[in-house]
Nanobody, 115 residues
Framework: QVQLVESGGGLVQPGGSLRLSCAAS????????MGWYRQAPGKQRELVAR???????NSADSVKGRFTISRDNAKNTVYLQMNSLKPEDTAVYYC?????????WGQGTQVTVSS
């Protein structure tokens, strides 16, 4: 069993930056692919960025060049550095951990981009 706790969300002006963190409890963190997803009001949840156990990453076209996902296996933590934020980035951001049949979600953290 893995528990995920997100932090770092908040209100930021357009063009600003935030760093989200997701701390994972449990063992074998380094085996998990970790992802950040987001869900805006009235929209489906979508993948933002993902990093696999080997450190390879992929991200949505809408955030390429602005968002960076990284992981620290020693701290059982995955990060999402978000720069040049836009109003359309406003959403609840969720952390996900996946390994074989295991699939876990955090409770989400709100990110609001507004002037």
């Amino acid at each position: 069993q893995v528990q995920l706790v997100e932090s770092g969300g908040g209100l930021v002006q357009p063009g600003g930056s935030l760093r989200l963190s997701c701390a994972a409890s449990g063992s074998n963190f380094n085996f998990y692919a970790m992802g950040w997803y987001r869900q805006a009001p009235g929209k489906q949840r979508e993948l933002v960025a993902r990093i696999n156990s080997g450190g390879s990453t992929n991200s949505a076209d809408s955030v390429k060049g602005r968002f960076t996902i990284s992981r620290d296996n020693a701290k059982n933590t995955v990060y999402l550095q978000m720069n040049s934020l836009k109003p359309e980035d406003t959403a609840v951001y969720y952390c996900n951990a996946a390994w074989a049949w295991r699939d876990y979600w955090g409770q989400g953290t709100q990110v609001t981009v507004s002037s």
